[in-house]
């Protein structure tokens, strides 16, 4: 009796702390206007762009649900290297999401699903078009879980009353990504609550997708993706033996995560060949 009373109360408290956390962070608008999500989130967009001269391609990088990881950099420099600029959309900074409460709400599913996210990487897909530095015509999406859940359900919202009520965004054209080239799917959620494998994109695109062998955060993962692919998606699926989730970040506190730097070198030569080939 004692020893259930306790184990109650110890999760009654991790529950009062998630609904406190969750009640600090502002609530998202019901709706606001393409232009309005831009002006959030244009301050926090932390680009990188190569010393040639003229339009360069534009890689759009969401991080997963634990926000930006050091890890990212070092893709956006091998971005960079291979003749690309970079754009990291932070989606939490604008929205005063800090690492512990996306943790508690984002990462457990409460709050913020890629169809919601999604409105994101449409307004930095249209912020990106319009910069003289890119070419709006060769712009690739890459996600990290939660920011490949994000790319995918982004791809698959139906136009009109669903992509207003999904992101908060009123104004959107029938096709938001209308020129996207290409996406990178770095150990994606295709969970409950995701889109994977239920329902077409709207149009195809070259993709590439990586599933971790030893992924025991967002579980198995292969199967939805290849059911995605069986609907169209040219979904070109790699499967990294011995890699766990978030296997390029060498500081990560949790146990289910190890550093592979062979892996990680791998992601690596999937992204130059993605650019090399817009």
Not at 34 to 53: C, G, S, T, Y
Not at 64 to 85: E, I, K, L, S, T
Not at 178 to 202: E, F, I, K
Not at 235 to 240: K, M, R
């Amino acid at each position: 009796m004692i020893r259930h009373r306790c184990v109650t109360l110890r999760s009654i408290a991790i529950l009062a702390v998630v609904i406190v956390l969750g009640l600090s962070m502002p609530a998202q608008a019901f709706a606001e206007t393409l232009e309005q999500r831009i002006a959030r989130l244009e301050p926090h967009f932390m680009v990188a762009r190569p010393d040639a001269a003229g339009r360069a391609p534009v890689v759009l990088m969401l991080h997963g649900c634990g926000g930006h990881r050091p890890f990212q950099n070092d893709f956006a420099d091998a971005a960079v290297q291979a003749g690309a600029a970079v754009v990291q959309i932070d989606s939490y900074a604008p929205r005063r999401i800090s690492r512990a409460a996306a943790i508690a709400t984002i990462c457990t599913g409460m709050r913020m699903h890629g169809r919601e996210r999604a409105g994101d990487l449409y307004a930095a897909f249209a912020w990106a078009q319009r910069q003289d530095w890119a070419d709006p015509e060769r712009i690739i999406a890459v996600g990290w879980s939660h920011g490949g859940w994000t790319i995918m359900d982004a791809l698959a919202l139906r136009p009109g009353e669903e992509m207003k009520r999904a992101t908060g965004i009123e104004d959107l054209s029938d096709e938001p990504l209308a020129g996207l080239t290409g996406a990178m799917l770095v150990y994606p959620y295709a969970g409950v609550g995701s889109s994977v494998g239920r329902r077409d994109w709207r149009f195809a695109l070259r993709s590439v997708a990586i599933v971790a062998e030893r992924d025991y955060i967002v579980g198995p993962t292969r199967g939805a993706l290849e059911r995605q692919r069986a609907r169209g998606a040219p979904l070109d699926i790699h499967v990294f033996e011995n890699a766990t989730h978030a296997f390029e970040d060498e500081f990560a506190a949790d146990p289910r995560v190890r550093y592979n730097p062979s892996a990680t070198a791998r992601e690596h030569a999937l992204l130059r060949e993605l650019i090399e080939a817009l």
